[in-house]
């Protein structure tokens, strides 16, 4: 599956932003996706991730309660609302996809990846 991040920006420590990413293809329902970011000269690091019909939902401790993923089979599309956002938050966030049933924090378990929208914090 090919995938097209969006929604990146800068923002002030405390607003709001939502990254989406839309995907190609007719069996976007046989995906887990889920949500990454990296920092320069640091590993990939799991955000978040949502099971193929969106009833299960994973978060990284880090952003638990403050971030929430969803998707919409229907449309494609699965995104990212970031909340009360720290300059911690900053980096390149990507999508990406896992043929699978159940969601994994591990980087190289996912099959397919959209190529990045940077999200900039400042405070």
């Known amino acids: 599956v090919q995938l097209q991040a969006s929604g990146g920006g800068l923002v002030q420590a405390g607003d709001s932003k939502r990254v989406s990413c839309e995907a190609s293809g007719r069996t976007f329902n046989s995906y887990v996706m889920a949500w990454f970011r990296q920092t320069p000269g640091k590993e990939r690091e799991f955000v978040a991730g949502?099971?193929?019909?969106?009833?299960?939902?994973l978060y990284a401790d880090s952003v638990k309660g403050r971030f929430t993923i969803s998707r919409d089979n229907a449309k494609n599309t699965v995104s990212l609302q970031m909340n009360s956002l720290k300059p911690e938050d900053t980096a390149v966030y990507y999508c990406?996809?896992?043929?699978?049933?159940?969601?994994?924090?591990?980087?190289?378990?996912?099959?397919?990846w959209g190529q990045g929208t940077l999200v900039t914090v400042s405070s």
């Open positions: 949502i099971r193929r019909t969106g009833s299960n939902t």
């Open positions: 990406a996809a896992r043929l699978a049933s159940d969601i994994n924090i591990f980087a190289r378990a996912y099959d397919d």
